[in-house]
């Protein structure tokens, strides 16, 4: 058997399959390795889908950066999510958000450059940065009065002359963090003083509690026009 390459010496498997097959069918065990929830579809989408397949225009060749329609719906969510205009023109559609991420690795980050991360992450962050030929760099996260919170002179100790972006999540799984306003103001402060790139992996960006509001990067000083936002439905 031919060899496996040697760019994924350092991308390691997941091993979550592994740990699924184990827990089996107990109905004992909170099955979340999917991220499944009992959120139901938005109305009328499973209607429009089902009326899609059955349409010409929906079943050929699309535009390589998307339909123009959804590329308005999606530039008018940014913008009431962020508080900062954007246009169609700014976005891309991809299949989904590990196309997505490393698309936007691929389009902001030179082969050895370092990409800074929290610790703990989303492990497909991680290997993302290692196909795009990039180099992890984590600043770890510590428990504070029970909370997560960034330590943010690990963050300014982990940036080398080498380092191209930080790539981050908010909030985060697995670990549930979620920025304050301090830390986005001091992250904001960092990528704008080494002229960094943010990588901003938005999936559960509107899933907060207890009255908190979701911040957007773009909002924040010193990211406007660095922010590379990664959604998914």
């Given amino acids: 058997m031919p060899a496996r390459p040697h760019r994924l010496?350092?991308?390691?498997?997941?091993?979550?399959?592994?740990?699924?097959?184990?827990?089996?069918?107990d109905p004992e065990v909170l099955r979340l390795e999917n991220l499944d929830t009992d959120l139901p579809v938005p109305e009328g989408v499973?209607?429009?889908t089902r009326a899609a397949v059955g349409e010409d225009e929906y079943n050929s060749y699309l535009p390589f950066t998307g339909r123009d329609d959804l590329k308005e719906l999606i530039a008018e969510r940014m913008t009431a999510r962020s508080g900062v205009q954007h246009?169609?023109?700014q976005v891309v559609i991809t299949l989904g958000e590990g196309d997505g991420m490393v698309d936007a690795l691929d389009a902001t980050c030179d082969i050895g450059d370092e990409v800074i991360l929290t610790d703990p992450t989303y492990a497909g962050m991680i290997n993302r940065v290692r196909l795009a030929g990039c180099v992890p760099r984590l600043v770890p996260l510590e428990?504070?009065?029970?909370?997560?919170?960034?330590?943010?002179?690990?963050?300014?100790?982990a940036i080398t002359p080498h380092t191209k972006a930080l790539f981050w999540q908010n909030p985060s799984f697995p670990s549930g963090f979620r920025m304050s306003e301090d830390e986005w103001a001091a992250v904001g402060q960092v990528c704008a003083e080494h002229d960094l790139w943010f990588l901003y992996l938005a999936l559960f960006e509107g899933v907060v509690f207890d009255g908190a509001r979701p911040i957007h990067p773009a909002a924040i000083a010193g990211l406007a026009d660095r922010t590379v936002t990664i959604g998914s439905f």
Avoid: H, K, M, T
């Fill in 87 to 89: 246009s169609a023109g």
């Fill in 143 to 157: 428990v504070v009065d029970g909370a997560w919170r960034l330590d943010v002179d690990a963050l300014r100790a």
């Fill in 9 to 25: 010496d350092g991308v390691p498997g997941f091993g979550i399959d592994r740990v699924a097959a184990a827990a089996g069918a």
């Fill in 46 to 48: 499973v209607e429009a």
